[in-house]
């Protein structure tokens, strides 16, 4: 029997390919091999963390289907230890049309497949029922920080790339938007953007936006949304986190909450914004302390789990190091069926985690 297909709605591969140059075709502990021979980087202060996505791990774990990003903003590097800003929004701009070509030439190597619509998600969901070691993991295109979107008119081009789902805010604030550690809503120039985003049938995605942004971006969109990875703030502290009014807002619209694979998310103990060092770090839940935020999710949606998915994170700037701890990679997600069946949730709440939920809100959204 064949395991479930598990959708990840954040995976930030193409920085992890190219920031911290890693071979995805190879398995997570041939990169990590690698890696621990890199003496002058680790020298340098370059943390990479243990890498726990590859596509040989995605494939073993039948992550079959992700949202890939491009991601790059602008940000002064160094900034809170963090050295993959760019000072210009043509910097910025370079990175992300650097991403996208990384996922070109992965797609081109097969072990990849672009999702633009309704055919290509029928597809890859009906090649997922029965995977070989050949079938490649299918990606929609995401960004995170709207930076290397130069201006409205520039949409065209990035949907014509494949570009489906757009999270406007990162760290920092941008071209168009407050996010992480900042206080402020929307500038001027994202009223714009949003409207040639909805025209073109783009996604959008609250994650990492200020408060006053989330807001504001609510009083403005109209279409299809989500928050591709977030926990919630009534659980953990911390600004990064969604408000409970925030989450009821996302199911009122039948928005997805993609839920992150990181200690920082999931530890009450732990306040966002002063964060441990994940060198010092001792991790204390595995993927059973993700329930509270999932109840509370479900308690809020009056007992439905059709609001909540998988958007991990992982890679995303953090390893196993802090991920769960019955998680070393991302092949280790199907233990979450387990997980979720011990807290008393039946077949159909975990079909819909694990991809149903958000499948649901793709063909929603693209039907058209």
């Known amino acids: 029997m064949s395991q479930p297909l598990i959708i990840d ?3 930030d591969l193409a920085w992890d390919a190219l920031f911290w140059n890693r071979d ?3 398995t997570a502990h041939q990169v990590r091999e690698q890696e621990e021979q890199d003496i002058p980087q680790v020298a340098a202060g370059f943390d990479t963390g243990l890498c726990s996505v590859t596509f040989p791990e995605m494939r073993r774990g039948s992550v079959g289907i992700m949202l890939s990003t491009i991601m790059s903003r602008i940000e002064p590097r160094y900034l809170d230890g963090r050295r993959d800003g760019m000072r210009t929004q043509e910097q910025a701009m370079a990175v ?7 996922y070109q030439a992965m797609a081109r190597r ?6 633009r619509g309704l055919d290509d998600l029928d597809e890859a969901v009906s090649a997922w029922e029965n995977p070989t070691d050949k079938t490649p993991i299918y990606h929609i295109l995401s960004m ?3 930076d290397p979107i130069v201006d409205p008119d520039d949409v065209g ?11 406007p805010a990162h760290f920092g604030h941008n071209t168009y938007i407050h996010g992480t550690f900042t206080e402020g809503g929307l500038k001027p120039a994202a009223k714009p953007l949003y409207k040639a985003m909805r025209d073109a049938g783009m996604i959008l995605d609250i994650t990492h936006m200020s408060d006053q942004a989330v807001w504001e971006s609510f009083d403005l969109w109209d279409g299809p949304i989500m928050a591709s990875h977030c926990t919630c703030r009534s659980i953990v502290p911390g600004q990064r986190h969604l408000t409970d009014d925030m989450i009821r807002e996302l199911i009122r619209r039948d928005g997805i909450i993609g839920l992150v694979f990181c200690q920082f998310f999931i530890d009450p103990d732990v306040q966002w914004e002063n964060r441990p060092s994940r060198k010092t770090w001792v991790s204390k839940y595995g993927m059973s302390g993700l329930i509270p935020h999932i109840e509370n999710i479900s308690n809020l949606a009056g007992g439905s789990l059709a609001n909540i998915a998988i958007g991990t994170d992982m890679d995303g700037g953090f390893g196993a190091e802090i991920t769960p701890t019955d998680v070393d990679t991302i092949a280790d997600l199907q233990g979450l069926t ?6 008393g949730f039946n077949d159909g709440d975990i079909k819909g985690v694990l991809h149903a939920n958000a499948l649901r809100l793709f063909r929603n959204a693209w039907k058209d």
């Not at 097969?110 to 999702?115: A, C, E, H, L, S």
């Not at 081009?157 to 999270?167: E, S």
């Not at 387990?338 to 807290?343: I, N, Y």
């Open 338 to 343: 387990g997980v979720l069946r011990d807290a």
């Open 110 to 115: 097969g072990d990849i497949k672009p999702v």
């Open 24 to 26: 995805l075709t190879l």
């Open 96 to 102: 992300g049309r650097g991403h996208l070509a990384w």
């Open 144 to 146: 995170e920080s709207a």
């Open 9 to 11: 709605l954040h995976l």
């Open 157 to 167: 081009f990035w949907w014509d790339a494949g570009l489906r789902v757009v999270g």
